[in-house]
């Protein structure tokens, strides 16, 4: 059975194509990883590029743009943006309302209060020292 894409118009005029995820029914960019196991919420965008990895939760409204990558387990609250080649590590927790800048990383286990803003490129040392941001993707 194949992948079934809506096509989306942007602002400035250009079409992405989406398909929903079924755990949670979020939007999910043609060429974007999304492990079964993740939770995307219906009103939340996946870009072309990026990675969420098993287990992990991405909250109403939020902006995984392209590129970026989003460890296993990991939380993002409601309304956040991780932005371009951002990376946030396993078991994470990234409270709502924030923003994590283009190219920035943020370690395994790190917690973000919400409102937080991470500039482009800054990074944020986590708690847990195990290798790699991604345990099943």
């Known amino acids: 059975m194949g992948r ?7 602002e400035g ?7 929903r995820h079924e755990n949670g029914r979020g939007w999910v960019a043609a ?3 999304v492990e079964p196991s993740a939770y995307i ?5 996946v870009e072309t590029g990026a990675r969420v990895g098993a287990g992990a939760w991405v909250g109403a409204g ?5 590129g970026a990558k989003i460890g296993a387990a990991a939380f993002i609250g409601a309304n956040v943006h991780v932005g371009r080649d951002a ?3 396993r078991g994470t927790r990234v409270g709502s ?8 990383t943020v370690g395994n286990g790190a917690r973000l209060d919400h409102d937080t803003v991470l ?3 800054a990074s944020v040392a986590g708690t847990d020292s195990g290798s790699g941001y991604l345990s099943a993707a």
């Open 4 to 10: 079934i894409y809506e096509e989306v118009e942007g």
């Open 13 to 19: 005029g250009s079409v992405s194509r989406y398909r």
């Open 31 to 33: 060429g974007a990883t």
């Open 41 to 45: 919420d219906s009103t939340t965008y």
């Open 62 to 66: 939020s902006w995984i743009d392209s």
């Open 87 to 89: 990376t946030v590590g």
């Open 97 to 104: 309302h924030s923003r994590i800048g283009d190219g920035a």
């Open 119 to 121: 500039e482009r490129g």
